[in-house]
């Protein structure tokens, strides 16, 4: 039946998904399988085949999402809920309710095969399906916005060593902020950057700009070649427009972090649950696409050790320049102690980010005067394999 089951995901359309999991998840000994995606902002859990929608805080749906662990609810007539969390990675995509009269360890085995295979599914066929993309909206997105939004990542990257997650916002109104992500074997890569403006044009910068980040890289460049290259491509193409932007390559076997900072914010380190103040601080170097045109000298790449556990902060100007109910900036320190309050718990680093920009977003009544992005790099200790 699973072999019958995987090759049915497959040729099944993406609008026909939910009907062919719950036809399954029957035959498997379930009453009914519900899937549900996470919003843009990761605040509903929306149903796949319909409308119904569930609070991320507040339900046993959401706990799932949030801890990405199992979740089980009496429904309360005599039926048991077991709420899994849809991961692709580390990359969380949402829940999977399994309804049934009784569980026993054979049928939670099949229900998180179910799970395993409907995140798989929903991460390949989303590249296609308007219905997926729709379904994780809940407002109008402008063009500069959809125009960056496709070309960005999946939120969360990584494996046991090294984990990279962001979020930014506002999530339907994006000018020139983007950030980027990407694994080798042994190298996590990480890019952030803040275009000039907030429109069609700051869109395009960022847009060229990724573009030029990612073709170096997949041809082998380091990050001053890399930054080169982006900066004679912004000079040729979009002479009047740049950009800032941090580039960072984490080597995790030994947890070498380098990068080279192009005149933006720098980032912070984070260990043992304090931001260790000008830790990463250095003299700030010309925007992405100035360099070529000013015959500057060369980028300089930054290097440090990273311990196990430590986390690396890259964030826009966006974040520090957000607006208090009384008018005063949030700043670097209300941002620092935000982070701090985030991470303590203990949280996944993507649920620390999650909650972080909801809290920028309150101070702002939910509305940024400018893109604010925060990108966070785990480095985890290596265990040794026997």
């Known amino acids: 039946m699973l072999h019958e089951f995987l090759a049915e995901v497959h040729s099944t359309a993406?609008?026909?998904?939910?009907?062919?999991?719950?036809?399954?998840?029957?035959?498997?000994?379930?009453?009914?399988?519900?899937?549900?995606?996470?919003?843009?902002?990761?605040?509903?859990?929306?149903?796949?085949?319909?409308?119904?929608?569930?609070?991320?805080?507040?339900?046993?749906?959401g706990w799932a999402f949030r801890a990405v662990s199992l979740r089980v609810e009496d429904s309360g007539s005599g039926e048991l809920v077991i709420w899994l969390p849809l991961v692709d990675g580390v990359e969380r995509l949402g829940v999977v309710g399994m309804h049934m009269r009784s569980l026993?360890?054979?049928?939670l085995e099949?229900?998180?095969?179910?799970?395993?295979?409907?995140?798989m599914a929903i991460t390949s066929k989303r590249a296609f399906s308007d219905r997926f993309v729709q379904q994780a909206r809940t407002?109008?997105?402008?063009?500069?916005?959809?125009?960056?939004?496709?070309?960005?990542?999946?939120?969360?990257i990584g494996e046991e060593r090294a984990i990279s997650t962001a979020v930014l916002e506002p999530a339907y109104e994006l000018g020139g902020d983007a950030f980027d992500h990407a694994l080798t074997e042994s190298t996590l890569h990480a890019v952030i950057l803040d275009a000039m403006g907030h429109n069609l044009a700051s869109g395009l910068t960022t847009a060229i700009a990724m573009a030029g980040c990612r073709s170096a890289r997949r041809k082998g460049s380091g990050l001053r070649e890399l930054t080169h290259t982006v900066d004679d491509t912004l000079s040729d193409w979009l002479p009047?427009?740049?950009?800032?932007?941090?580039?960072?390559?984490?080597?995790?076997?030994?947890?070498?972090?380098?990068?080279?900072n192009c005149g933006h914010p720098p980032p912070l380190l984070i260990r043992d649950q304090q931001v260790l103040e000008d830790a990463l601080a250095h003299p700030g170097e010309p925007p992405l696409g100035t360099p070529a045109r000013l015959g500057g000298s060369p980028r300089?790449?930054?290097?440090?050790s990273l311990q196990p556990g430590d986390r690396v902060i890259l964030y826009t100007d966006g974040v520090t320049e957000a607006r208090l109910a009384g008018g005063s900036q949030f700043g670097l320190s209300g941002f620092t102690t935000s982070i701090i309050r985030a991470t303590a718990a203990g949280e996944l680093a993507s649920e620390a980010l999650r909650q972080l920009i909801h809290s920028i977003l309150e101070h702002q009544n939910d509305r940024l005067n400018d893109d604010a992005t925060i990108l966070?790099?785990?480095?985890?200790?290596?265990?040794?394999?026997?």
Do not use: K
Request: hydrophobic residues 45%.
């Open 14 to 61: 993406p609008t026909n998904l939910p009907a062919m999991v719950n036809r399954f998840a029957v035959r498997l000994g379930l009453r009914q399988a519900d899937i549900y995606l996470v919003d843009l902002q990761q605040r509903q859990l929306t149903l796949l085949s319909g409308e119904r929608r569930l609070p991320v805080d507040g339900s046993p749906a």
């Open 104 to 107: 026993d360890t054979a049928l």
């Open 110 to 119: 099949r229900c998180r095969t179910i799970a395993s295979v409907v995140a």
């Open 139 to 156: 407002g109008t997105m402008t063009l500069p916005a959809e125009m960056l939004r496709a070309l960005l990542p999946p939120r969360s």
């Open 240 to 260: 009047e427009q740049f950009c800032t932007g941090i580039v960072m390559e984490l080597d995790m076997p030994s947890g070498i972090l380098s990068w080279v």
């Open 300 to 304: 300089v790449v930054h290097e440090v």
């Open 376 to 386: 966070m790099i785990e480095w985890r200790r290596q265990h040794a394999r026997g």
